[in-house]
């Protein structure tokens, strides 16, 4: 996938990383960046077009998909974070937010737009994971389940759509410099690095990136005799 001249859709584009996906893929010469946002008044960045979308909400979906119809590369990043125990008693709830948003959302946008993306010669789709996607740590394990959900969606979805040539990039990082993370005391990586990362990815035709060390650590340590995911992190 090269992103010189590819037309793009960011999904929640207005803050954090969708913000710097839309920026530094203008700067590497996309040619039309689509910045989707529930608001789309709050992106206040030059030259992209600004879409309301809403991933939770299928007409709104619908809609990016036909207006958007020239799309190469499509970039799954809208997620939300409750946090909150896994006993605590408004986990259930929480834990359907999220995986409306994170899961069902980011599923919703694959199927609109894999169509789309076959049509314009196969493009690539990036989904943003987690190093959550592989552990649990007590005060966000619904976000947890959530982003373990959507990394088995994204390896579905990438067989699914091998056969009409679109590359699916999953992106794993674990503390990154948002407003998500404000109150986290961690090293933290910065938006800018992890999408110049997954922008360098997608040229190589690569199917995964581990944008930090903690990511890369969990992943090695998953085939531990112990794997890593059996105790708390964090």
């Given at each position: 996938?090269?992103?010189?001249?590819?037309?793009?859709?960011?999904?929640?584009?207005n803050r954090g990383l969708g913000r710097a996906w839309a920026r530094l893929l203008l700067e590497a010469g996309a040619r039309k960046v689509y910045a989707g946002a529930r608001d789309p008044r709050g992106i206040g960045l030059p030259d992209v077009i600004p879409l309301e979308l809403d991933i939770t909400r299928?007409?709104?979906?619908?809609?990016?998909?036909?207006?958007?119809?020239?799309?190469?590369?499509?970039?799954?990043?809208?997620?939300?974070?409750?946090?909150?125990?896994?006993?605590?008693?408004?986990?259930?709830?929480?834990?359907?937010?999220?995986?409306?948003?994170?899961?069902?959302?980011?599923?919703?946008?694959?199927?609109?737009?894999?169509?789309?993306?076959?049509?314009?010669?196969?493009?690539?789709?990036?989904?943003?994971?987690?190093?959550?996607?592989?552990?649990?740590?007590?005060?966000?394990?619904?976000?947890?389940?959530?982003?373990?959900?959507?990394?088995?969606?994204?390896?579905?979805?990438?067989?699914?759509?091998?056969?009409?040539?679109?590359?699916?990039?999953?992106?794993?990082?674990?503390?990154?410099?948002?407003?998500?993370?404000?109150?986290?005391?961690?090293?933290?990586?910065?938006?800018?690095?992890?999408?110049?990362?997954?922008?360098?990815?997608?040229?190589?035709?690569?199917?995964?990136?581990?944008?930090?060390?903690?990511?890369?650590?969990?992943?090695?340590?998953?085939?531990?005799?112990?794997?890593?995911?059996?105790?708390?992190?964090?």
């Amino acid at each position: 996938m090269q992103v010189k001249d590819s037309i793009v859709l960011v999904t929640g584009a207005n803050r954090g990383l969708g913000r710097a996906w839309a920026r530094l893929l203008l700067e590497a010469g996309a040619r039309k960046v689509y910045a989707g946002a529930r608001d789309p008044r709050g992106i206040g960045l030059p030259d992209v077009i600004p879409l309301e979308l809403d991933i939770t909400r299928p007409e709104q979906v619908r809609r990016a998909a036909a207006e958007c119809a020239d799309v190469t590369l499509l970039v799954n990043n809208a997620g939300i974070v409750r946090g909150g125990h896994v006993f605590d008693d408004e986990a259930a709830d929480r834990a359907r937010q999220e995986l409306d948003t994170n899961l069902f959302g980011t599923l919703a946008m694959c199927r609109a737009f894999a169509p789309v993306l076959g049509a314009n010669g196969g493009g690539a789709i990036v989904n943003v994971l987690s190093v959550l996607s592989w552990i649990s740590i007590p005060g966000a394990a619904t976000y947890a389940m959530s982003k373990a959900a959507t990394w088995s969606m994204t390896n579905g979805v990438r067989i699914a759509v091998k056969p009409q040539g679109t590359q699916v990039l999953g992106l794993h990082v674990a503390f990154m410099d948002t407003d998500m993370t404000a109150g986290i005391d961690a090293p933290k990586a910065t938006p800018v690095d992890v999408v110049a990362q997954a922008i360098a990815a997608l040229e190589a035709g690569q199917e995964e990136v581990l944008a930090d060390a903690l990511t890369r650590d969990v992943k090695r340590g998953l085939s531990l005799e112990r794997g890593v995911y059996l105790d708390a992190a964090g």
